[in-house]
């Protein structure tokens, strides 16, 4: 069975590249980031329950290598980077055709993703995936086990939890509620250096540029009337001023 | 222009959210209509009708739809479009919304935006507002061909009584392939004390308190001001709290005169869960963390240092 873990795969560029990569990028995209590395250890737990492989897949330009090597020493068994500037203008949806394209091409069974926090833009990236390549998306997953050969996954909903079940083929998103990754050894590290990766174009996985977004964002401009916050940087003066603040806006009674 | 409204409605009824969006939606629309998931909502739909003068109400009502499961409801959807085309799917907030878009976006080969908070006729063209740069900045959406997918984040907005007598109709849930299957569900067991969801003051705290222990200083503030103490989702994942006590969109919405965040970054879902909060104090170390963007009074320093002083404070003008 083959499991791909997606790391450094950037979303919302529908409307801004640079806020996007900046979001997914804190750390540089060279290192990968912890919900990155859950990934890639829920993929490697799949494996040691399934036996197969895992792929470390960036849908990102190249300089995110170093984040896909580290995904290789935390233990999955290659990587590859699909790096195409048509890639760069596309949509949410678009971006998901182009993510199953590449599960396809890779021969995946399970697509495993981590999200930026709260993250809108994923969500409907990998729904447009899921729904392109017929697959059950598990998204939100606290938990992760294997029952009977079927993938269960719990995910908080308002009012508790729900745990669902799919065999596979299937998309999971992963939260961190799942265990974090284990360390790479000095040993692991140097030997994902010597391991080639793969540098694909959408031309290599037989996906079609994306076409143009039918939904335009355009007009930036400040919002009109939003108050700047109150601002307090000197924690001594703060208690009076948050009682101040609360009288004045009649949250507490004036004082007498 | 002919809308198709998608909304969730829970034992009280859909928000106010999807009740201003549906009561927007039809005084813009030539035609509007809602497709309403949820279970046992027959008279739930005629309280909609005449809240918000909407033309039409399909009511999707199954014991499925109490879940958050996407496959079903696509499905209605899609059956629902078939017979009746339209010109934009407008999806009110919900915790499905952005999967079931997304899904339609590729099904469909429609344009989706989402993150927005208002909607216009434009010379018959449809307009709507998305906040960006943690609402900063506003852009303008527009869809060049449709139907146009539209995933509100929030919609403010007063719905008036209508006399407009709209039709009610029930639609079956269709049929799903490759969908998970639900294995287990459980409520989380909610306290009456110091509900959430009724309070007017709710002190909560998130990763940034440290420790279960660190929670303390904030149930302690929580204590002096008569508060409601609640957390966030990275708090109950690391066990530190229960998950009654959940403020977020995933736990429990809220809509207080005060909401003061300790320690808390203030991610997406976090937001949409206290967006109602009439007034925001977060007490931060990290100046760029989100929630100093937003909030209407935003305290840089360490709250294991100011949380104690600011509780003896209340405490000594006994202002609670």
Not at chain 2, 58 to 82: K, S
Not at chain 2, 134 to 159: H, K, N, Q, Y
Not at chain 2, 293 to 313: F, M, Q, Y
Request: overall charge negative; charged content about 20%; aromatic content about 4%.
């Amino acid at each position: 069975m083959r499991f791909v873990a997606f790391v450094k795969t950037a979303t919302g560029a529908a409307i801004d590249a640079a806020d996007a990569l900046a979001r997914a990028g804190r750390i540089g995209p060279g290192t990968l980031g912890p919900v990155d590395a859950r990934a890639v250890e829920a993929a490697i737990r799949l494996r040691e329950a399934f036996g197969g492989d895992v792929v470390a897949a960036a849908i990102a330009p190249p300089d995110v290598m170093g984040a896909v090597r580290e995904a290789i020493a935390i233990g999955a068994d290659r990587g590859m980077i699909l790096a195409d500037p048509l890639i760069d203008a596309a949509d949410l949806v678009e971006r998901g055709r182009v993510a199953a394209a590449l599960l396809t091409h890779l021969g995946a069974d399970i697509g495993i993703y981590g999200p930026w926090p709260g993250d809108v833009d994923g969500t409907i990236l990998w729904s447009a995936a899921g729904a392109v390549l017929g697959w059950p998306v598990l998204p939100q997953a606290r938990s992760l086990r294997i029952d009977e050969g079927e993938i269960v996954v719990s995910r908080q909903v308002q009012g508790g939890d729900i745990w669902l079940g799919t065999p596979p083929p299937c998309l999971i998103e992963i939260t961190e509620g799942l265990p974090a990754a284990r360390r790479a050894s000095l040993k692991s590290r140097q030997t994902a250096r010597s391991k080639p990766l793969q540098l694909l174009t959408l031309n290599d996985i037989a996906c079609s540029p994306p076409t143009p977004s039918k939904a335009a964002f355009e007009g930036r401009r400040p919002a009109a009337g939003r108050a700047q916050p109150i601002v307090l940087a000197d924690p001594e003066a703060a208690p009076a001023a948050v009682i101040t603040f609360l009288r004045e806006r009649g949250l507490v009674p004036c004082a007498s | 222009m002919r809308v198709l409204i998608v909304i969730e409605s829970g034992p009280a009824g859909p928000d106010g959210d999807s009740i201003a969006l549906l009561a927007h939606a039809a005084a813009l629309a030539e035609e509007s209509m809602a497709l309403m998931f949820g279970s046992a909502l027959h008279e739930t739909a005629i309280e909609v009708v005449g809240q918000t003068g909407v033309g039409r109400i399909m009511i999707a009502d199954a014991a499925e739809f109490d879940g958050p499961l996407i496959g079903a409801r696509v499905a209605t959807i899609d059956a629902v479009l078939a017979r009746a085309p339209v010109d934009a799917v407008l999806f009110a907030p919900s915790l499905v919304a952005p999967e079931l878009a997304g899904t339609l976006g590729a099904t469909l080969g429609a344009g989706v935006a989402w993150g927005l908070t208002d909607l216009s006729l434009d010379a018959g063209v449809l307009k709507a507002i998305r906040p960006v740069n943690d609402d900063s900045e506003i852009v303008d959406v527009t869809w060049s061909d449709g139907p146009a997918l539209a995933v509100f984040r929030s919609f403010s907005g007063e719905a008036s009584p209508s006399s407009r007598r709209g039709t009610i109709e029930h639609v079956p849930p269709a049929t799903a392939r490759n969908v998970p299957r639900i294995v287990r569900q459980e409520r989380a067991e909610s306290s009456s004390q110091n509900r959430l969801e009724d309070a007017r003051i709710v002190v909560a705290g998130g990763r940034g308190v440290g420790s279960a222990e660190g929670l303390d200083l904030v149930r302690d503030l929580a204590g002096a001001m008569g508060a409601a103490f609640g957390v966030s989702l990275p708090v109950v994942d690391s066990g530190w709290a229960p998950r009654d006590r959940q403020v977020g969109q995933t736990g429990t919405v809220i809509a207080p005169d005060l909401y003061v965040a300790c320690g808390i970054s203030g991610q997406i879902q976090h937001r949409l869960g206290i967006a109602r909060s009439r007034y925001i104090v977060a007490i931060n170390n990290d100046p760029d963390a989100p929630i100093m963007r937003w909030a209407d009074l935003a305290i840089v320093g360490d709250l294991h240092a100011l949380l104690p002083k600011l509780t003896d404070e209340i405490r000594r003008t006994g202002i609670n």
